[in-house]
Every structure is written in C-alpha cells, then in structure tokens.
C-alpha cells in the first residue's frame, strides 16, 4: 500500500470499508515484514511506556540541570487537589500528565518520541486522559495510538518533524494532530470525522515558532505540551459534532510545509529568535553559563 496523504488514505478506508487504524496496521505490518498481531504488540508496548513515563514523571518533582523546570507537575497536581479545574477532570488530566511526561524527559528518563522527544507529553496525556474518563479498553487504546501514528506518518512524507526544519508547528502542532485523530478514534469517529480532527487542530497551529531559551528542550517546550494536548481535543469535539474545514488535509499539510520555509531560520530551534532572545532568556542564558 503507497499511502502519501490522508487522500489515499481515505480512499483506501472507503474502498475496503476498514477504519484508519485497521489500514495502518495492515500497511505497518506491510513494511516491516511481520504480522498484524506484532504491530499490535509492539505498539501495547509503546502505550505502556507511554503510561509508565506519566507515572515516572507524577511521582517526581527533581528539577532539571538548569534549575528552571521539573516541578510544575508536582504544583499543578496539589493546585487540583484543592480545587476543581473549570473545564473538569480530562482538562486537568491532560495538563497533568503532559507535565509529568515532559518533565520525565528533561530528566533523561524513558518517553516515547511521539513524533519527537519534544512534543512527547501531547499524544500520551490526551489518550490515557480519555481513556481513564471513558473506560476505554486498552485495544481501543491501542487502535488510537496506531492512528496516531500514521497521521504523523502521512505529514512527514511531505515534512520533517523537527522544529529545526519547520519550527514548533511541525513538533507539538503535529504531535496535537496525531492526539486530535486518536480521540476521534477511541470515540467511535469515522474516517472522514478523524481527518477533520487533524486539519482542524493542524491548520490552527500553523506558524508556531520553535524559540527554546538558551537551546534546551524547557522554555517555552514543556507547557506547550499542555497547551496543544487541550487544542487536540478541542479540534476532535469540533469535528465529532460535524464541523469541516474549508482547506482539505493534503493543502494543510502543504501550507505547514511552505510555513516551515518561509519561517525565519533565527525562529527554528537555533536560540537565536523569538522568546530565547528576550531580556529575562539573555538574562537566564548568561546565568545558567555563569553557574556551570
């Protein structure tokens, strides 16, 4: 199976009347030369990983080499302890485990790249949070993570995930994409219905900048895995209840990639641009040098 975008990916679901996840695991299986059954586990064992890494990361509040992050999971677990988040417990589920996963991978501990280290907190803290609130089964689960992973499969045919080529919108705007499908998928969504849920999310995320303060996947990476984790799913409930997008998925894709081009290269993982040359990140820079 050649599947190079979400239209041949369509195409094909309708064709054989399949799901996205049934097609992907077929074309995995394909290309690595094994069983459906080993893709499957394969894939259990990177959603277990994924789960262990929320679990790593909720129990610890050790701070990074730079001193600067590592403890805002801990803070935002008692903050919710004392008080209910306004948008309810999935809200506060997916703040809470995309901090823990991306401060587990500040840490130098065990995370799924999902599509980067990055962006690791997004796809993650989004399924296991659905999950937990509707008592999805872990195959469902592990449905979800396999159409996840063939969104991100199909956008890099066109652009490589790295905000060094095409800033943060290709990292933790992707990431949001691929979580964005997967609960579609886990709630019942067709074909149709999870495309929608990655343009959505996609197209609104477009020019995001990738600016790390002095080089480190910290300031501003980290939140942004909670940011995008809560758009993720706002871009599913939207094209759950039946709205479009007026740009179709491929033209999305496109546009993230000419973005991408166009982006200045002092905004693309250089530290030269953006928030990583403010006063307080020069200040910080200077410091953090000083010290070590």
């Known amino acids: 199976m050649n599947i190079l975008s979400f239209d041949d990916l369509l195409k094909l679901c309708e064709k054989e009347n399949k799901s996205i996840y049934e097609i992907a695991q077929e074309n995995e ?159 019942g969504g067709t074909p149709k219905q999870i495309i929608e849920a990655v343009t959505l999310a996609l197209k609104n995320i477009l020019g995001l900048t990738c600016d790390p303060v002095c080089g480190l996947v910290e300031v501003p990476c980290i939140k942004r895995n909670s940011f995008l984790g809560v758009h993720a799913v706002t871009a599913a409930e939207l094209a759950l209840s039946g709205v479009k997008s007026k740009i179709p998925a491929d033209e999305v894709v496109d546009t993230l990639k000419i973005t991408g081009q166009l982006m200045s290269p002092l905004l693309k993982e250089t530290a030269q641009g953006g928030l990583s040359k403010t006063k307080t990140a020069i200040e910080l820079e200077n410091k953090l040098f000083k010290n070590n």
């Not at 259990?44 to 789960?51: C, G, I, S």
């Not at 609130?133 to 490589?160: F, H, M, R, Y």
């Open 29 to 187: 299986a394909n290309m690595a030369e094994c069983s459906v059954s080993k893709v499957r586990f394969k894939t259990f064992e990177n959603l277990k990983a994924m789960k262990d890494a929320v679990k790593n990361g909720l129990k610890s509040n050790e701070k990074s080499i730079s001193n600067w992050c590592g403890d805002d999971c801990d803070r935002v677990q008692k903050s919710f302890q004392n008080r209910d988040s306004l948008f309810g417990k999935v809200f506060e589920n997916i703040i809470v485990y995309s901090l823990a996963t991306a401060e587990e991978n500040l840490r130098m501990g065990r995370i799924v790249a999902c599509p980067t280290a990055g962006s690791c907190g997004i796809v993650p803290s989004v399924i296991i949070s659905v999950s937990e609130e509707k008592n999805i089964s872990e195959e469902i689960q592990i449905d979800a993570l396999i159409t996840a992973g063939i969104i991100g499969l199909i956008i890099s045919n066109k652009v490589q995930l790295a905000g060094a080529v095409a800033g943060c919108q290709a990292e933790c705007g992707v990431a949001s994409a691929m979580a964005a499908g997967s609960v579609v998928q886990m709630l």
